[in-house]
């Protein structure tokens, strides 16, 4: 039997990225970050798309130089399809569809949600994938949800965001703290420096396993105004105690859901994934509960954690095997179910 060798393109956000993949290994995986939203505070969609199309040719290039296979060797095209931008993903859908014509090989849809959840099962992700059914929680700039994986392609939403996605909320408070965008991870790197009990900010109270961050970010807001008019450096005198506080409470919204939803459905295999799983509080917290609550915990790579192809062709692979290919005549799509 011959390796199974997959193209995967992905181009939902702000990162045009390639990946080669044989059988379940990752041969490269290439991604180019756009720095120009950085001046603006956030992802600037149109300026977005332009910069997918100066990109993807490179960065595919790249990926297939870095595999060092040859197009011919391509036994199929795996592209994110959405949910995302519709300007960047049809950047990248327009070529994974051109190329999959040029080559006459079969082309593959992936769901970028499902991708981030099962980058788990690529070879190098973990010692050991994990065991179905499973919970993961799947944080990102875009989307907060907890997932009931029941098996590669059978997946329940079983509680998300009603308002903000946690990384959306850690950009947002990093803007309140004048922090450059993404905020995210500058937050986590501060928040080491800092205290986490400092300082004391609202957690909601939603029901079933939902969330809501939207109510933390204004709490956040308020307190910064109000200290500011006694000291205008506070944020600038308190900034690592800030952002730790800030830290300690969105990690503990995320995980006392996660928690509860593990303890109601008595499952202890729990996962993590998307681009908030790279945050060191979120990823301590999770590694705590294995000892405290018998967890069996699967956290993500941290190439395997931002937006990344990876990702895509391993759920391209999956596709492949079960002869799920996707018609010519596929368009991409803003929002795109589990």
């Known amino acids: 039997m011959s390796d199974t060798i997959i193209l995967g393109i992905e181009s939902s956000c ?27 505070g956030g992802v600037v969609p149109e300026l977005a798309s332009r910069a997918h199309q100066q990109n993807i040719i490179p960065v595919v290039q790249k990926s297939l130089s870095v595999a060092n296979i040859q197009q011919k060797d391509i036994s199929a095209i795996g592209f ?27 082309l593959i849809e992936v769901n970028h949600l499902q991708a981030h ?35 590669y392609f059978e997946m329940e939403i079983i509680g998300k965001t009603s308002d903000d996605a946690a990384g959306e909320a850690f950009d947002k408070i990093g803007k309140i703290f004048d922090l450059d965008y993404p905020a995210g991870p500058i937050v986590d790197k501060l928040a080491k420096l800092g205290d986490g009990n400092k300082f004391k900010f609202n957690k909601p109270k939603i029901d079933n396993y939902d969330y809501s961050f939207s109510g933390i970010k204004t709490s956040v807001l308020y307190f910064i105004q109000k200290q500011e008019k006694e000291n205008p450096d506070f944020v600038k005198e308190n900034l690592n105690d800030l952002c730790a506080s800030v830290q300690k409470a969105i990690v503990e919204i995320l995980m006392d ?26 990823r301590e917290a999770l590694k705590q509960n294995e ?22 062709a391993m759920v391209a692979k999956l596709k492949f095997e079960k002869g799920e290919f996707t018609d010519i005549t596929a368009v991409a799509t803003s929002r795109y179910e589990i």
């Open 291 to 312: 000892e405290k609550l018998n967890w069996q915990t699967y956290i993500p790579k941290f190439e395997y954690t931002t937006d990344n192809a990876a990702m895509i």
């Open 257 to 282: 859901k996660l928690e509860k939803a593990a303890k109601d459905l008595k499952i202890n295999e729990v996962a993590i994934a998307g681009g908030v799983s790279a945050n060191s509080g979120l």
């Open 14 to 40: 702000d990162d045009t990225s390639a990946a080669v993949i044989k059988n379940n290994t990752i041969l490269s995986n290439i991604a180019a970050t756009q720095k120009v939203h950085i001046e603006y």
């Open 117 to 151: 959840i099962l980058a788990h099962f690529i070879d190098d992700a973990n010692p050991k994938p994990p065991k179905f059914p499973f919970l993961c929680l799947t944080v990102s700039g875009g989307h907060t949800m907890i997932v009931l994986v029941k098996d």
């Open 80 to 106: 994110t399809r959405g949910p995302g931008l519709l300007g960047s993903l049809l950047v990248g859908t327009s070529f994974a569809k051109s190329l999959a014509m040029s080559l006459d090989v079969p």
